[in-house]
C-alpha cells in the first residue's frame, strides 16, 4: 500500500470531484505538484499522531484527512483535503519538530500496532527513511498552502 498526495488549485479540485476518473492522469503528471511517500506513509503518521488511524487533529489531516470521493482505489476512496485544511496541516507540520518525532519513535509499538511496512526495527529507518519523509511531507504542505491549494490524498 502506497499513499500519494496531489497539489490541486480549487478549479482542478472541482474539476476532479466532477469527474473522479480524471485523477488518474493529475497523479502522474510530472509537474512537482505530486508526493509519493510510497511505504512510508504509516510510519510517518505513526510519528505524526501516535497513532494507526485518523485521529482527528492537523496532524493526522496530512496523512488520513480530507472528505473521501469517488471509488474505492484500493484501500478506500480518494479525498480532498481544502485548502483551509492544507493550511491548518502545513502550520501544524512546521510545530512538530525532528526532535519530537525521534521522540514518538517506538519500533516495538510500531510492530505491535501492525504498521507497515514491517521495518521499523531495521538500522537507520528512522533517520534514512522516516524523517526524510517527513521533510518531504513538510515541503509539499507548505507549498500547496502557499499557493492556496487543497491537496488530493490517494492510498493504493
Request: glycine share 14%.
Amino acid at each position: 500500500m502506497v499513499w500519494m498526495g496531489r497539489r490541486v488549485d480549487s478549479a482542478t479540485a472541482a474539476g476532479v470531484l466532477a469527474d473522479p476518473g480524471r485523477l488518474d492522469d493529475l497523479l502522474w503528471l510530472d509537474d512537482g505538484r505530486v508526493l509519493d511517500l510510497d511505504k512510508a506513509w504509516g510510519g510517518v503518521h505513526w510519528l505524526l499522531t501516535g497513532d494507526v488511524g485518523p485521529t482527528g487533529g492537523a496532524l493526522s489531516e496530512a496523512i488520513m484527512g480530507g472528505e473521501p470521493f469517488g471509488d474505492d482505489r484500493g484501500y478506500g476512496p480518494a479525498s480532498l483535503l481544502d485548502a483551509g485544511g492544507t493550511a491548518a496541516t502545513a502550520h501544524a507540520l512546521r510545530q512538530v519538530g525532528n526532535d519530537t518525532l525521534r521522540d514518538r519513535f517506538d519500533p516495538a509499538a510500531m510492530e505491535e500496532a501492525g504498521i507497515y511496512p514491517s521495518i521499523w526495527d531495521e538500522d537507520d529507518v528512522l533517520d534514512e527513511y522516516l524523517l526524510p519523509k517527513v521533510d518531504l511531507l513538510r515541503a509539499f504542505y507548505d507549498a500547496a498552502a502557499g499557493a492556496g491549494e487543497s491537496v488530493i490524498q490517494v492510498m493504493s
